[in-house]
């Protein structure tokens, strides 16, 4: 059962919630006080477990820690990071009683779950005007599917997005991303899709094309396209200052920009320098920009990927210096940002203003709406634009945003914490709707070396988005950049085997409002062991992975809750033993992928190929003692999507 709770006069109606939900009349479970902020306060039990709260930092339990939802760009995160590129204001409390709770505001809102101790947890925002939607239900799993229900089917990629995407910031023209293609060609390793980075753009503007570097686009798109290959080019939120560029011009002709305090443009510098910023919260700006995108359909591409769009800024005409201090801090202490964000008064997104329902609003205060509705304005007018599914993911997001694309995690590290991290958010990004995500593989920043790759990708083999991005003058961290190629085949290899089930399970979930990916504890309610495991996971219906996260482990611990089917992969064959329920120590070489089979669960596994082009997903076997698969079935890119696209596959 689900009630809203409304507090004051919220500003606008935010995107999450689509289904109409009855009012109720006094929130329970929380305490609330007033005074310049608004606090929610509810007690918690010794036992209580908090799930949720999407992209956020920690554990799959956020008991405890402080959570800011405010937007923001921050490569440098870590656990102690309240704030990262995305606001997910759902949790659940776990434990005697259980509630989900949904915060819906677009300002800043702050979660303080048994922060130093206090047994309690705080919500408490300054914008004493929002929804608080409240759900009940038998359990955790039950009250994430009844909120996922409320916000609405998540995004459906094309089959091509399931496969491996190579990226990295700095590849600059035609011949880079042919070396790609050839070197994976040359070792045999699966390639789906690449991202083109800002620097196939003119001068980083939108919708522009380098033509020194790519003399006929059009034509390498087709080539590619080929090959089987997808090309899959960045847009960023900031439109340059630049006169004769038609984005900017239109812009410009029709108001469409975010203003300023004397109702000029709003300027602000990122990589093109001084930009303006699409008012998105105004629905013909989203519409305009959507069309934008054409000049890419035209050209044959039909994935995307929108950054910057929190949205990121270096210096704005009015924080110069504040600015060059705030990155500076960053730089030489990374971990000061919890005092950073929350000392943003004079920060650029007080300077600034979005037009809210013909109203001038500060942009602070619907701040983390903004990158969700850039996506939503590609989302709508690529729909328009192809005849088919596209590929479509974003760095910023409210939830919302699930339903018009797609997230990945935004700048990470190469550090191993940071692969547990990934294995952390992705349940809480599921409740939240983004079903559709994953971690830039391997790290973002930093060092990456061969065996800490090679266990991210083991496990981003089971994240829909799978795909190694690292930054420009980083180590290189191509699957090919370390000698000998043969163990990362084995793991793409796994991959392209896995995507017949992975898209199956990924489409039921989403058609059936369903996760993807589930705490252990949201499955095996009865046993109190799993409340507490973090680096096992259930995907899907049928499987449990337990992936290698230590550095120089040549295994791991792993807990059973009942009897499972234990299968390895060791890019020859699958080998599959029954195992008991309980603990076991596994060993798994750096090749090698180890997960689990439910009891009378199992999984269809399709054939090796060099990129989804090549699969048949009816080319299937089964593993596992299950005796039927229900296996979701189409031809991968068709927008005529329904339940009922099941087939039945019984087990011998
Ligand atoms: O300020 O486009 O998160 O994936 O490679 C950095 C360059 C801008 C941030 C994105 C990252 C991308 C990078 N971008």
Not at 336 to 344: G, H, L, P, R
Not at 489 to 494: A, Q, R, Y
Request: aromatic fraction near 14%; charge should be neutral.
């Amino acid at each position: 059962m689900i009630k809203k709770y409304i507090f004051g006069k919220p500003l606008l109606k935010t995107y999450a919630v689509i289904e109409e939900v009855k009012a109720g009349e006094k929130l329970p479970y929380f305490q609330i006080t007033h005074d310049h902020k608004i606090r929610f306060t509810c007690p918690l039990e010794e036992k209580d477990l908090v799930f949720g709260l999407g992209e956020n930092t920690r554990g799959i339990n956020k008991r405890p820690g402080l959570y800011i939802s405010y937007n923001s760009d921050n490569p440098h995160h870590r656990d102690n990071t309240p704030s990262l590129y995305a606001s997910h204001n759902f949790f659940v409390l776990d434990g005697r009683r259980h509630f989900g709770a949904f915060f819906d505001t677009p300002s800043k809102i702050k979660f303080e779950i048994d922060r130093n101790n206090s047994g309690e947890i705080k919500v408490s925002t300054a914008n004493q005007n929002l929804e608080v939607y409240i759900i009940e239900g038998d359990d955790s799993y039950d009250i994430s599917r009844q909120f996922l229900k409320i916000i609405g089917q998540s995004f459906l990629p094309p089959l091509w997005a399931f496969g491996f995407g190579q990226s990295r910031w700095g590849y600059k023209d035609q011949k880079d991303f042919e070396t790609v293609m050839e070197k994976h060609r040359e070792n045999d390793l699966p390639l789906d899709w690449i991202c083109m980075d800002i620097d196939y753009m003119d001068r980083f503007i939108d919708f522009t094309i380098n033509k020194q570097r790519f003399p006929d686009m059009q034509g390498f798109v087709d080539k590619t396209r080929k090959r089987g290959i997808h090309l899959v080019p960045i847009i960023d939120a900031g439109v340059k200052i630049e006169p004769g560029d038609p984005t900017y011009d239109e812009g410009v002709k029709n108001g469409y920009f975010c203003t300023n305090k004397d109702g000029k443009f709003f300027k602000a510098a990122v990589w093109p320098g001084m930009t303006h910023f699409p008012d998105f919260f105004r629905p013909e700006v989203r519409q305009w920009f959507g069309q934008r995108y054409k000049v890419l359909t035209d050209l044959g591409f039909e994935g995307f990927w929108n950054d910057m769009n929190e949205p990121s800024i270096f210096y704005s005409e009015y924080n110069k210096l504040r600015s060059l201090w705030h990155l500076s801090l960053n730089f030489y202490f990374p971990h000061s940002q919890d005092k950073a964000v929350d000392n943003d008064k004079k920060h650029d997104y007080h300077c600034f203003f979005n037009e809210v329902n013909g109203q001038k609003v500060k942009h602070h205060l619907v701040h983390n709406l903004y990158g969700g509705y850039m996506t939503m304005a590609a989302s709508e007018e690529l729909q328009k634009l192809l005849d088919r599914r596209f590929l479509l993911f974003s760095r910023s997001s409210y939830i919302g945003a699930h339903r018009y694309g797609g997230i990945w995690t935004g700048d990470n590290e190469s550090l191993w914490e940071h692969l547990k991290l990934n294995i952390c958010q992705m349940p809480g990004l599921n409740m939240c709707g983004f079903l559709y995500s994953g971690a830039d593989t391997g790290g973002f920043g930093g060092k990456c070396d061969r065996e800490l790759l090679l266990r991210w990708l083991a496990f981003s083999a089971f994240t829909p988005l799978m795909r190694n991005h690292a930054e420009k003058g980083s180590r290189r961290q191509e699957c090919y950049s370390f000698g000998d190629t043969a163990d990362f085949k084995s793991i793409l290899d796994f991959r392209y085997h896995l995507i017949p089930y992975l898209y199956s399970e990924f489409m039921k979930a989403a058609l059936n409002h369903d996760l993807l990916f589930k705490p252990l504890s949201f499955v095996f309610k009865d046993d109190e062991r799993v409340r507490t495991i973090e680096d096992q996971l259930i995907v899907g219906d049928s499987i449990m992975v337990t992936p290698v996260i230590e550095k120089g482990a040549t295994g791991r611990k792993v807990y059973l809750p009942q009897p499972m089917t234990e299968v390895r992969y060791d890019g020859k064959e699958f080998r599959c033993q029954k195992v008991e329920k309980g603990e076991r120590e596994i060993k798994v070489a750096l090749n090698e992928i180890v997960f689990y089979i439910l009891k009378d669960k199992c999984l269809p596994i399709g054939k090796a190929a060099r990129n989804t082009s090549e699969l048949d997903l009816k080319d299937v076997y089964l593993l596992g003692d299950g005796k039927t698969y229900q296996q979701y079935l189409d031809d991968g890119y068709s927008r005529n999507v329904c339940p009922e696209k099941i087939r039945t596959i019984n087990n011998k």
